[in-house]
């Protein structure tokens, strides 16, 4: 069954970082009376961190009156935006930790990842581990490596760069991020495995002009990967009804891959399906790599 993504609400927070206040959205997209599925904003943690800046349960504590602390059922990196489940007490987080566990949940990333690829598609069960350099990365490792599979679906070609679905069989810190590193596909944007340079216009439309006077913005200067989609049993643990909810690309995310697909048609085949590029600007459900590649 598929749910199709609806903004039940909007929680109005403020983040701050020093003395500069920013306002901001959290997007709750469903919720019961075990769950809470919100949009988290790139750029908020969801445990505290050195910032100091509040995490993502805490800005939700602000602004609701709840009757026990909401709690963790699986995590986002920092800068990776999209999906993400919360329990509202501790029967429901042991029961979809436990789905989690038993791989009864399905989720489903956008990344823009550097090409040409290879391939159209691939399975990836390179095993990663902690490395020891660099306590804030992970890296592969075939031995002391945990067993992590990561399914990819190429969904669009811009020549240098290409929009790809992933899905992760197995939930290990920066997995799409260090598994598409590792076979020469990082994300296009990614500080740690990857480059930190922000993706401009000038480099793909070629009759670019720079307004005189003013530097060229970027069209995307975050981590190039949103949690798109996510498919979890919702009910009584023996008896949910299978539902797929959606949370949108944020705008910028969205523009850049509305100026890609336009300034990269003469020399990339982009869409291999027009229809994905829509449903993916209208946050319509897509399929998994799973069911498309035979894994």
Not at 150 to 178: E, P, Y
Request: glycine share 6%; net charge positive; charged share 20%.
């Amino acid at each position: 069954m598929v749910y199709q993504w609806k903004i039940v609400h909007k929680i109005p927070i403020k983040l701050q970082s020093n003395d500069f206040m920013a306002k901001s959205d959290i997007d709750i997209l469903f919720q019961n009376d075990e769950i809470l599925l919100i949009h988290k904003p790139t750029g908020i943690s969801v445990t505290a961190d050195r910032s100091g800046a509040p995490d993502v349960l805490q800005l939700l504590h602000q602004q609701q009156t709840l009757s026990e602390p909401l709690r963790l059922v699986h995590r986002l990196d920092k800068d990776t935006s999209g999906i993400l489940l919360i329990a509202k007490d501790k029967d429901a987080q042991s029961c979809y930790s436990r789905l989690f566990a038993k791989r009864k949940v399905q989720k489903l990333y956008l990344a823009i990842a550097r090409g040409p690829l290879p391939y159209k598609h691939g399975s990836i069960k390179d095993p990663i581990a902690r490395s020891q350099r660099n306590p804030q990365a992970m890296h592969v490792h075939p031995r002391l490596g945990k067993p992590t599979h990561t399914l990819w679906q190429q969904l669009a070609d811009f020549g240098s760069l290409s929009l790809v679905s992933a899905q992760i069989v197995t939930g290990r810190t920066h997995q799409i991020r260090i598994h598409f590193s590792h076979r020469g596909m990082p994300l296009a944007i990614d500080p740690i495995y990857g480059s930190a340079n922000p993706l401009m216009l000038s480099s793909f439309k070629l009759d670019y002009r720079r307004k005189p006077g003013r530097d060229e913005p970027a069209m995307i200067e975050r981590l190039t990967l949103h949690a798109y989609q996510l498919t979890i049993p919702v009910g009584p643990e023996d008896a949910g009804t299978v539902k797929t909810f959606v949370a949108p690309l944020d705008k910028k995310f969205a523009s850049t891959v509305k100026l890609l697909t336009k300034h990269t048609r003469q020399s990339a085949p982009g869409f291999y399906d027009d229809e994905t590029l829509q449903r993916i600007l209208t946050a319509q459900p897509l399929p998994y790599p799973l069911e498309t590649t035979g894994e």
